[in-house]
């Protein structure tokens, strides 16, 4: 039985080895599990998906459906072992588990690891970080300023310094590895310039390279695909790393393709891993300007939760304060254009883990300056759990262009940006966690009741009365601006007669909406008003002969088939 990767999920894997994966999950549960190729990336690799269910108790597209993905960002790693956990998890605890049991018999997930193959295996074999795939863009060239690259052939890209009596940066007193601001007063002391490792683009018709006016240059590979989706896309110069035109990566496309032919999709995650924190609606404009309070009821109950099972806080995309929109998201392009409520979970929290509160902060000062004070505390921190392989000793260097300097500090990819191996297991069970609950709120339609009565005095006429339940939390419309945007389809009923003709009523009837367990109505401060939750539809049937039957099938997009067989004759 396959159990997992071979060495646990303590590694992170090249898009070949995730294929490897993904095909001996599929293999193994053939029963549960079906992985498909949606398309080709960039770089002609294929775009894998899983598809999650028991066949054997409906079809995926008949079950309300979960979309979770890894990798729009080509250095966040973290998020396609979240992903692959997630599927071994549900497969392996499928039979052996109630509740993982529960969620493929009752759900579809649909599971997409890695968005950017292209990009990942580039981060995993080479020293360099990038935002998505290794494309130059905006420019073919690179642009003037200082690149990142690893000078010292250490395979990693560090940082460098060098002295300079005008210099920004002076050694901690509480640990020379350390560098900290010079105070505004200081002088008479050793200070010193710090850049990112890197060589400097410069033309020599420019005049001789002053290193005292040395910039970071614009990133070479800048491409964002998760700011290219087609809601309020915006071009480079409002969106950096937008493309030319939405969708013009192909990976994303495939992505929008995927998610249009699964009408059943009621929920999108889209992990990626710096901060430790999730981005919640509203992503490219105000709360405010909203005709409904979608992002202020169920969906904050939702959030909530998040921030309750990952003991991790929340933060809006689009920021009040500064009106700082996020434009083209995929979680935008869901939600404003669906109705589809969506999440981005950023997994990883170096200054968590190194015992650093940051509770009760905002946005700005989550991600603001750290004081020394923390920043020693993250140095104990690698030295006791990292056994010192997160900093880098300061060493001599002489650059080919700046001279003598010093190689060293913090390294970022499997620091900063993505979580140590180590720590993957216990971050993909967290995580896991929550979209199973999330999954599990999810509108699912049941038949509550099915009858049949005599009708009248003629023996063969019956009444066939059939009542239609949303179990789920989420209503069957799952937002109010999936119904602004005219794609929530209501919930439909169709009766379809084996040995009996229909006398009155249509043989397909629609319910409308129905709420499920919605908090959104009812303000704390009023006594509780029963949601209609259930929907009836009635038929006059004729039986032609013996043994007549009648199949009853509720169907809605978002919450699923139900469906039931009951006999017509025989019981008056």
Not at 117 to 143: I, M
Not at 485 to 510: N, W
Request: hydrophobic share 35%; glycine share 10%.
């Amino acid at each position: 039985m396959f159990e997992g990767p071979a060495e646990g999920f303590t590694r992170y894997l090249r898009p070949h080895e995730m294929e490897a994966e993904l095909r001996g999950l599929a293999t193994a549960y053939p029963a549960l599990a079906t992985l498909e190729r949606i398309g080709e990336s960039g770089e002609d690799r294929p775009l894998w998906a899983m598809t999650l269910t028991n066949g054997a108790t409906g079809a995926a597209g008949d079950k309300p459906a979960l979309y979770i993905d890894g990798n729009h960002h080509a250095g966040e790693v973290t998020g396609e072992m979240v992903c692959l956990y997630t599927i071994w998890q549900l497969l392996t605890g499928h039979g052996r588990d109630t509740a993982l049991t529960e969620l493929l018999d009752r759900y579809t997930f649909y599971i997409r690891p890695i968005v950017s193959p292209d990009g990942v295996e580039f981060y995993l074999t080479t020293p360099y970080t990038l935002r998505s795939t290794p494309q130059p863009y905006p420019r073919a060239n690179r642009a003037p300023g200082l690149h990142p690259e690893d000078i010292d052939g250490d395979g990693t890209i560090a940082q460098m310094r060098f002295a300079d009596p005008a210099g920004e940066w002076r050694v901690s007193d509480g640990d020379s590895r350390l560098l900290v601001r010079r105070r505004e007063d200081e002088r008479g002391g050793t200070y010193y310039r710090l850049y990112t490792e890197g060589q400097i683009v410069h033309d020599p018709a420019d005049g001789p390279l002053d290193l005292m006016t040395i910039t970071n240059a614009p990133a070479y590979w800048g491409l964002d695909f998760n700011r290219s989706y087609p809601h309020n896309w915006q071009p480079e110069y409002r969106q950096s790393g937008a493309g030319p035109y939405p969708l013009y990566p192909s990976e994303t496309r495939a992505g929008v393709e995927y998610i249009l032919a699964r009408p059943n999709i009621g929920a999108i995650v889209n992990y990626h891993t710096n901060g430790g924190f999730c981005f919640v609606l509203p992503s490219s404009r105000a709360l405010g300007e909203y005709p409904h309070d979608d992002l202020t009821g169920d969906y904050r109950l939702l959030s909530q939760k998040f921030a309750e099972l990952t003991d991790q806080p929340l933060f809006q995309s689009y920021t009040e304060a500064t009106k700082t929109a996020r434009f083209g998201s995929m979680m935008d392009w869901a939600y404003n254009q669906f109705g589809i409520f969506g999440w981005v979970p950023e997994l990883w929290d170096m200054w968590g883990a190194a015992g650093v509160d940051r509770t009760g902060q905002d946005f700005a000062k989550f991600f603001g300056g750290r004081t020394e004070e923390e920043q020693l505390k993250l140095l104990a921190w690698n030295d006791s759990a990292l056994s010192g392989k997160g900093f880098i000793p300061w060493h001599a260097f002489n650059h080919p262009q700046l001279g003598p300097v010093e190689i060293g500090g913090w390294t970022y990819k499997f620091t900063t940006q993505n979580a140590p191996p180590a720590y993957l297991p216990e971050i993909c069970e967290r995580h896991a966690r929550w979209t199973a609950y999330l999954a599990r709120t999810l509108p699912t339609l049941t038949i509550a009741e099915a009858r049949v009565e005599p009708f009248g005095d003629d023996g063969r006429l019956r009444r066939v009365v059939v009542r239609v339940r949303n179990d789920g939390f989420l209503p069957t419309n799952l937002s109010q601006q999936a119904i602004l945007t005219k794609t929530a389809r209501p919930v439909e009923i169709t009766l379809t007669l084996t040995g009996a003709t229909i006398v009155d009523g249509p043989a397909r009837q629609r319910l409308g909406h129905l709420p499920g367990r919605s908090v959104r109505a009812v303000p704390s401060w009023q006594a509780p008003t029963p949601t209609l939750s259930s929907g009836e539809a009635r038929w006059i049937v004729r039986l032609d002969g013996d043994g007549a039957t009648a199949e009853v099938a509720a169907t809605s997009p978002k919450a699923g088939t139900a469906r039931e067989t009951i006999s017509l004759a025989g019981a008056y």
